[in-house]
């Protein structure tokens, strides 16, 4: 039971990352003016 705990972890830590990496890209296409103002995520 503790591997599938620490494994579950692992996953949810992946996912946090992904999702702050995924908002910095956002962030810089729209200062390079490649994405939008306005864009929005479906």
């Known amino acids: 039971m503790s591997g599938l705990a620490a494994a579950a ?4 830590l992946v996912g946090v990352v992904a999702f702050v990496r995924l908002e910095k ?3 810089t296409l ?3 003016g490649i994405l939008e103002e306005d864009y929005k995520e479906e």
């Open 9 to 12: 972890f692992v996953f949810g």
């Open 25 to 27: 890209l956002t962030k």
């Open 30 to 32: 729209r200062e390079k």
